[in-house]
């Protein structure tokens, strides 16, 4: 019941206009809520997706309000979205170093009030999001539209709207930001993401974009390339190597995707140690084989360890295994461990 009233809600906002649920109308509505002396704090948790709709907000606003300022609770981490932040520029502050009392107006992106604690302290304004509506909590302007593949989309609809073409800068953020929740349109998405992510074709950067997509590695990270090659060990199809230990469990995700392009590996099964903890990740072709029943059979009585036919992982406390010290751990050790269940299984 309250979902429907949530979303009449959302429809009061737009029908102020005779165009109803029109992207004029929804534009208007949201311009209706701010004034020339206002300064606003958009509020993302920065992914790419939020990070291009608080810049397309920010444009919207540009000659409408006082300031805009983004701000964004959590460290971004993940090396993509850094790029992104880094190339375009994208003014972003930390939330912990702004005083939220000292803006007149709050927006939310891409998020709802109820998604972090950080965010449900704050009274908004503006709520804009493609996640499932949640309820108790309450704005001026609400635009959720759970069928949307990402909130850029949305944007892109109301600065078509508002009859502002997007900058470079811009247009390759949105552009970005739709081809990663969306996984290049192969998750959920509806013809209106289409219908953005086209009309954004012809803006955006895609170099650009590509060099987003690409950077996953700190130059710090090369080093265990260097492991890699020179610790390989191949048994009948089977390439094992032990980076010994790693900063990120990342980098060994990253080394054995690379491992998998060579041609005569059918399964790459690269180990590494993290914290007290050896991660081990496998990969195959998928086809007459299971890495994530491999990864069980192997791995899965000393620890955690699953996942799906082509790509699997186990998480293994150093303390249930054989070695003292992680340093005597290596790519011969590794063979052996994942190497038990087969022998057993021919004894057997
Ligand atoms: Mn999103």
Not at 58 to 83: A, C, D, M
Not at 150 to 168: C, D, N, Q, T, W
Request: charged share 30%; aromatic share 10%.
């Amino acid at each position: 019941m309250k979902k429907q009233k949530r979303l009449e809600k959302i429809a009061d906002i737009v029908t102020r206009s005779e165009r109803k649920n029109s992207a004029q109308a929804r534009l208007n509505g949201l311009w209706d809520v701010f004034d020339k002396d206002d300064t606003v704090l958009v509020v993302i948790s920065a992914d790419p997706d939020a990070l291009a709709s608080a810049m397309a907000m920010k444009r919207l606003l540009r000659y409408r309000v006082q300031s805009v300022t983004i701000g964004y609770p959590n460290e971004i981490r993940r090396l993509n979205n850094l790029e992104m932040v880094r190339r375009l520029k994208i003014p972003i502050e930390r939330l912990h170093t702004l005083k939220v009392a000292d803006y007149s107006k709050k927006i939310l992106l891409d998020s709802q009030p109820l998604h972090q604690p950080c965010f449900e302290k704050i009274d908004f304004d503006v709520v804009i999001d493609h996640h499932p509506v949640t309820e108790s909590w309450d704005a001026t302007f609400i635009d959720i539209r759970p069928n949307y593949g990402a909130v850029s989309s949305i944007m892109v609809e109301y600065l078509r709207a508002a009859g502002i073409k997007p900058s470079v800068a811009l247009a390759t953020a949105l552009f970005y930001g739709i081809k990663v929740d969306t996984q290049n349109f192969e998750k959920h998405a509806v013809a209106a993401d289409g219908i953005s992510f086209w009309y954004l074709f012809g803006f955006a950067n895609r170099n650009l974009v590509r060099k987003f997509e690409l950077t996953d590695l700190r130059r710090s990270e090369l080093k265990y390339f260097k492991i890699a090659l020179n610790e390989l060990k191949v048994r009948k199809g089977k390439a094992f190597v032990h980076i010994g230990r790693v900063w990120s469990p990342d980098i060994l995700v990253i080394i054995a995707d690379f491992l998998n392009h060579v041609d005569k590996f059918s399964w790459v099964i690269v180990s590494g140690i993290h914290g007290e903890r050896l991660v081990v990740i496998f990969r195959c072709d998928g086809y007459r084989k299971n890495a994530g029943n491999f990864a069980i059979r192997a791995f899965g009585k000393l620890g955690v360890a699953g996942g799906h036919k082509e790509a699997a992982r186990a998480e293994v406390p150093l303390k249930n295994l054989d070695f003292p010290d992680s340093h005597e751990f290596s790519t011969q050790a590794l063979i052996r461990l994942a190497g038990r269940h087969e022998k057993k299984k021919k004894s057997g």
